[in-house]
């Protein structure tokens, strides 16, 4: 996830700690060129039960193979892309740090792992990987290993657009600053048998990298008609119940931090029918907070936990759930 940094606008220090969340198992095939996602006819998603917070997220698939042959096939699950650049909203410096455990009718399973470095969807993974480069743009070990590139490899990265150079002098002396500029696409996926006429229950759970920022904008009159409320607005469906929470935590004299957390529902739409039974909970994880998301039929079922439920449901759009924190700071 790329957001514009809200630094100079709202006057805030951005401290951005990492990635969004991750995604629908999709059926996958070994291309060519690497893991590929497709759709398959033979396999419906009859349900899918998915919690969502910043500690934790936990899914449970129940699949039927309405075939009368089992299927065997690859099964990806995408993590969020990992992206380069200067004003990436990321501190995470590998998605495979997430712990992430996957099982198949309450089976361990173990899952291989795929990553790409992309830069306009051209891979560029095998030559970071000749150069030494490790393929996250992210991370001590990638900044040092491009320190140590010859000079004429460093110009290289940099004509291809794989690099930018951000070096400056200090007293007289030379810093090198390498900014990496490709974006790192990491899928986990397994080879898995669909039995003929029955259910496969999947499930995952991990922690999730979260994203944030030590401020907000929300609540402050300054910016109520900013271009980053209105981004916000349309990203996570705020409304006018939670700004006028917002204001209200600044009345009494609240500090505001964000906290953000992804998931890509999209994936579930490649399946052979919509997903049967669809249950979503987000949870924001003190009564205190306030949490905005989009999505129909929102229900609140404790003090902080929201949930929606759908039958033949297709998803459309992903989920982007963003937590808003009051707290208060001595003088």
């Avoid at 560029?124 to 490790?134: A, C, D, E, Q, S």
């Avoid at 229950?201 to 910016?223: E, I, K």
Wanted: glycine share 8%; net charge negative; charged share 25%.
């Amino acid at each position: 996830m790329t957001r514009l940094n809200r630094t100079a606008a709202a006057l805030l220090a951005a401290v951005l700690l990492a990635a969004p969340a991750a995604a629908n198992d999709s059926v996958a095939s070994m291309g060519a060129g690497g893991l590929v996602l497709g759709r398959t006819d033979g396999i419906e998603m009859r349900s899918e039960d998915l919690y969502v917070s910043a500690r934790e997220i936990r899914v449970r698939y129940r699949f039927y193979n309405r075939t009368d042959q089992d299927i065997s096939t690859l099964v990806a699950f995408p993590l969020p892309d990992l992206q380069g650049g200067i004003e990436s909203d990321v501190a995470l410096e590998d998605p495979l740090s997430m712990p992430f455990t996957t099982t198949v009718n309450g089976r361990r399973v173990a899952t291989n792992v795929e990553q790409k470095a992309l830069l306009n969807e051209v891979d560029h993974t095998g030559l970071l990987r000749g150069l030494g480069v490790p393929p996250s743009p992210r991370g001590d070990a990638t900044f040092q290993a491009l320190a140590g590139l010859p000079r004429p490899q460093i110009d290289m990265l940099i004509e291809m657009g794989l690099i930018e150079d951000r070096s400056w002098t200090d007293a007289g002396v030379r810093h090198l600053e390498l900014v990496p500029l490709w974006t790192l696409k990491t899928t986990h996926y397994w080879t898995q048998v669909f039995p003929a006429g029955r259910e496969l229950d999947v499930r995952h759970q991990y922690t999730p990298a979260v994203g944030g920022s030590s401020g907000s904008v929300f609540g402050d009159p300054a910016m109520a008609e900013s271009q980053y409320a209105s981004e916000d607005a349309a990203r996570y469906c705020t409304d006018d119940a939670f700004h006028a929470g917002a204001r209200r935590m600044r009345a009494r004299g609240l500090y505001l931090t964000e906290t953000w957390v992804d998931y890509i529902l999209t994936t579930g739409a490649n399946w052979a029918e919509p997903i049967g039974e669809f249950r979503l909970v987000v949870d924001k994880g003190s009564s205190n907070n306030l949490v905005s998301f989009c999505g129909e039929g929102v229900r609140k079922i404790s003090s902080t936990r929201f949930e929606i439920r759908r039958r033949n449901y297709t998803p459309t759009r992903d989920l982007s759930v963003l937590i808003l924190t009051g707290t208060r700071i001595d003088d």
